[in-house]
């Protein structure tokens, strides 16, 4: 009988400890919001892709490029303060708070994805930009009010 406690034991702390952290690991590592300041007709492509990342996609047919970028819009540094009620968590209640946290970290807190189409002219500067989520719905951004507006810069603009 003490054997097999010591057996429930072990196989008890190996699982916490392998559990534990899997919140703690995705909110110190989420990706960071897009600097959409830089995200409007008339950027250059260097702009977007330190806005987007790296095209997914690239095109050149004659004189045109197109450029297919995929981005997870993600939150503000500051949010990553939710690492300390993590651990807390973790803590208290012997990692079971990750049966919770790790799950509403996937679904809800991991960023919001997007995909943005830009067209450029022969100088490299874009001549079109769509930006949108993934349902291909506009992107709305969130202005400093409660309100969501859509930005000029978030839709189709062409030159």
Same mark, same amino acid.
């Given at each position: 009988?003490q054997n097999q406690l010591r057996i429930i034991f072990i196989a008890f702390l190996f699982v916490m400890i392998v559990q534990s952290g899997c919140s703690i690991y995705k909110a110190a590592n989420q990706p960071p919001p897009i600097d959409f300041m830089n995200v409007k007709v008339?950027?250059? +492509? !260097? ?17 045109? +490029? #197109? ?14 303060? +939710?690492?300390? &009620?993590?651990?807390?968590?973790? &803590? &208290? #209640? %012997? ?6 946290? *790790? ?11 997007? /995909? ?12 079109? %930009? +769509?930006? #949108? ?5 506009? *992107?709305? %951004?969130? /202005? ?5 507006? !859509?930005?000029?810069?978030?839709? %189709?603009?062409?030159?």
């Amino acid at each position: 009988m003490q054997n097999q406690l010591r057996i429930i034991f072990i196989a008890f702390l190996f699982v916490m400890i392998v559990q534990s952290g899997c919140s703690i690991y995705k909110a110190a590592n989420q990706p960071p919001p897009i600097d959409f300041m830089n995200v409007k007709v008339g950027a250059s +492509r !260097p702009q977007l892709i330190s806005a987007f990342g790296h095209p997914k996609y690239s095109e050149v047919v004659g004189d045109k +490029r #197109t450029d297919m970028f995929e981005f997870i819009d993600g939150y503000p540094s500051a949010s990553k303060v +939710r690492v300390l &009620f993590y651990a807390a968590a973790d &803590f &208290f #209640t %012997l990692c079971l708070a990750e049966v919770i946290l *790790w799950p509403l970290e996937m679904a809800v807190l991991d960023g919001v994805p997007g /995909n943005a189409i830009a067209e450029y002219d022969d100088k490299s500067l874009v001549k079109e %930009l +769509r930006v #949108t989520d993934k349902a291909r719905k506009p *992107w709305v %951004l969130q /202005n400093s009010g409660s309100e969501k507006e !859509p930005s000029q810069s978030a839709q %189709l603009v062409s030159h």
